[in-house]
Nanobody, 121 residues
Framework: QVQLVESGGGLVQAGGSLRLSCVASGSFFSITDMGWYRQAPGKQREEVATITSGGSTIYADSVKGRFIISRENAKNTVYLQMNSLKPEDTAVYYC???????????????WGQGAQVTVSS
């Protein structure tokens, strides 16, 4: 139905930058909000940033001023530009999308497989 594929993770030194991308594909009627979550070892998954189809954004306090979320609706793609990275940003980052597979169906959440981001001190 909806497949999400992330790319762009990796290893970076503190203060560096990385850009994550996530492409949604499959058969669906519409995608509403798209976003990024992360999960560090031993911690719960937390929301990092979300963007609506209209471009409104929400950020976690811990990343405000450092991360920028954007999307290209025509390409069903969402990006996360991560700047001034800190060791505490180390986590697996998951792409999330809300989608309606058929016009009469309710919105459902879909998840990518995750991309490892490691920030060394």
């Amino acid at each position: 139905q909806v497949q999400l594929v992330e790319s762009g993770g990796g290893l970076v030194q503190a203060g560096g930058s990385l850009r994550l991308s996530c492409v949604a594909s499959g058969s669906f009627f519409s995608i509403t909000d798209m976003g990024w979550y992360r999960q560090a070892p031993g911690k719960q998954r937390e929301e990092v940033a979300t963007i609506t189809s209209g471009g409104s954004t929400i950020y976690a306090d811990s990343v405000k001023g450092r991360f920028i979320i954007s999307r290209e609706n025509a390409k069903n793609t969402v990006y996360l530009q991560m700047n001034s990275l800190k060791p505490e940003d180390t986590a697996v980052y998951y792409c999330n999308a809300g989608a309606k597979v058929r016009v009469w169906q309710s919105r459902r959440d879909y998840w990518g497989q995750g991309a490892q981001v490691t920030v060394s001190s």
